[in-house]
């Protein structure tokens, strides 16, 4: 009885340990489990949920896409989407975030508890657009509920500019 209860002391400290590297590693590595697609957890962010739309779009994710928006604008989508088809509509949203090289999402400015207010850049070859994207916090975390149209910024470097 006595080699059975050290094995088993044996193996639980190996586990323990294994468990505590594993720990470590998940830390380090940044590396967390992926949520379901257009699932939103009640502690995410604007800039969060602006990212998940972001990333829905160059993906073709059209559910994912639209689990980002509510109100007037998700509804203005939803007839976008009826009108077209969803293959059509997915082609449409990874299309237009092809040309895409980048994005800068400033911190969200309060606006009341449960609204903000977000200055998002895009970063294309031969410009910047500016974007201001309005989102409120709901049950299901935030969401976007109004955009304001894109506006040119004046860029004084074109991106992938050779440095000299």
Same mark, same amino acid.
């Given at each position: 009885?006595? !080699? ?8 639980? %400290? ?10 470590? &590693? !998940? ?20 800039? +969060? ?5 972001? =990333? ?11 689990? =980002?928006? #509510? ?21 449409? &949203?990874? +299309? ?10 400033? +911190? ?6 449960? *609204? ?9 070859? +031969?410009? =910047? ?17 109004? #955009?304001?149209?894109? *506006?040119?910024?004046? %860029? ?6 050779? !440095?000299?």
């Amino acid at each position: 009885m006595k !080699v059975a209860a050290m094995k088993r002391a044996h193996i639980i %400290t190996v586990a323990v340990l294994l468990a505590a590297l594993a720990a470590v &590693l !998940v830390r380090k590595t940044g590396w967390r489990v992926p949520e379901p697609s257009g699932v939103q957890s009640q502690g995410q962010s604007p800039q +969060d949920t602006i990212y998940a739309m972001l =990333n829905a779009a160059r993906a073709g994710d059209v559910r994912a896409y639209l689990a =980002n928006y #509510t109100g007037q604008t998700e509804a203005a989508l939803r007839q976008t989407l009826a009108e077209s088809t969803e293959p059509g509509f997915s082609k449409y &949203l990874s +299309d237009s975030s092809s040309s895409l090289k980048g994005v800068a999402v400033s +911190d969200p400015q309060t606006i009341t508890d449960s *609204e903000s207010s977000v200055r998002v850049e895009y970063v294309y070859q +031969d410009r =910047n657009d500016v974007q201001m994207m309005y989102l409120e916090k709901g049950p299901s975390g935030w969401k976007i509920f109004r #955009t304001d149209g894109e *506006e040119q910024v004046k %860029t004084l470097v074109p991106y992938g500019t050779p !440095v000299k």
